[in-house]
């Protein structure tokens, strides 16, 4: 089971009374509302409702009257095909081209195709006819019959008086209509079969609404045009005074084929049905519509928003502000063990050594000058870990910035670098490009950076390699100072956080390189106190390189 530390503890104490409460009071006031606006719904569509089985009744009682469904749909019935010797007596005859033995046969006798042989007799006849009376008689025998015949027959007869230049009977001239007609009464019939309580007939671009009512065995017919007016009109009706909420409105369906409505609609809200009509409330407008509901849930919602917003805010920054300090906490008490193992190595160096020439060892072995120079060395360490301590926790304002000598400076640098550099073995090279004229700033805490940087480098380059210092102007008013070393590098992913103070790579107790973790972070506050920035990046040959980039005459900072 995990353990949480006390701070962390009270933080999530605090949190919990804080959330829970909120939550519970958003719930309640959201199911609140969510209520209400079901309520208030439920009541609208009542009232709509009633409203779209008035239009619809209205509609439908506007139409023409109901009459008796005629037998067959209005159509007489095919006469069934003969299969008579006689019949095969009028087919072989027409198979031997006596046209005119077969005009008297019966409509019964049919072809293969299923058409009377009379026709197609009486048709190939009118093609070689010129007399105006006997082409009467043949086109009285084609259109007879307009169920039984095609539409092919007549066109022909048309034909044929229009080569003539003969003025056509009337039954000829008005063959269309007559087929139209005749399509018509088919259709009807074909309907009519299976009596729909309401089904469009489309013909000739026209939609005609049949309806029949099996209980009184009536029917009737309303083309599109009628029922949409008569619909229509009955939706108007005291429209002023509808009981329907504003964004709704009526559409008015029959058979899928929607006839009136109050205009496009978005969303259905309410269906019923009647003898193949369907009425249905839907949503003209939707911001309309809910209106009322959308303005109080925008107010619930962005109260409860708000609020949310801030408790998670608050719980964010407190959060932040409790890992900083754990963060912080922790990265002090790294620092103090490091501060403490620095000091307490060339403490218990000088000690040694003091008492070794205390006691005449050193002189005995003819190691006094060696003990005195290892002295001043842990003196001199001792006190620039204490310096840079110091100089990190200073808050003071600016140093006054000062034109300064970079060669000179570089080489006091190289005076304590070196020696630590010879006694490992590490080649330590160093080149300053002359400057065209002397930079400024302020020189103790521009030593201090370099003395850093080359520590560090000293530090992370593995015995017998080398490390190097090249300072040269960069153009622009800048200039720069490039530290290199032959370690390991630094992982692309902590070269941010290695300017951080207290921050160092890898577990403290672990590493093998000595330091506090303040070096880099004073190198970074120099530069940015100076104008400047400081870089890191991969050596030409392996390892860092860190460069430091200035302004040849950085603006004085006022305090």
Known sequence: MAVFPPPLRR??????????????????????????????ESRLLDAAG???????????????????????GGISTPPAPDASKEADAVRERYKAGDFEGVLGSPDSVRSEAGLPLRSLAALQLLRKEADPARLAELAAILTGSMEFVSPLFLEAAEQRYAELKMTPPPAVAGWRERWSRAQVDEQLARLLEGRPEA??????????????????????VNELLAVSKAVAKALGVEADRRLLADGLGISISVDGQEVAADGASVISL??????????EVVVLNEETYRNTEVRTRNVITAVISVAGLAVVIGLVLAGRSYLRAVELARRQSEFMAAVSHEMRTPLAAMRLLAENLESGVADRSGQRAEHTRMIREESARLGDLVGNVLAFMREGGPEPHEAFDVAAMIADVASLIGPMAERRGIR???????????????????RRAVINLLDNALKHTPDSRTISCHVQPAGGGMWTAEVSDSGPGVPVKERERIFEAFYRIGDELRR??????????????????HGGSIAVGDAPDGGALFTLTLPLHPPVKRP
């Open 428 to 446: 330590f090279e160093m080149k300053v490009v002359e400057f065209p004229e002397p930079p400024s700033g302020d020189v103790g805490a521009l």
């Open 50 to 72: 009633r409203e779209a089985d008035r239009a619809l009744e209205d509609g439908r009682n506007s139409l023409g009257a109901w009459s008796p469904i005629p037998v067959n």
């Open 11 to 40: 933080f999530l104490l605090h949190a919990l009374w804080v959330v829970v409460p909120f939550c519970l009071l958003a719930v309640l006031s959201w199911n609140a509302w969510r209520a209400d606006s079901k309520i208030r």
């Open 270 to 279: 309410y269906q019923a049905g009647r003898g193949g009509w369907k009425s």
């Open 512 to 529: 093998t390189t000595p330091g506090t973790g303040l070096g880099l972070a004073l190198v970074k506050r120099t530069a940015e106190a």
């Open 199 to 220: 089904k469009w007939m489309r013909l000739d671009g026209k939609a005609y609404l049949v309806e029949t009512d099996s209980r009184s065995d009536k029917w009737r």
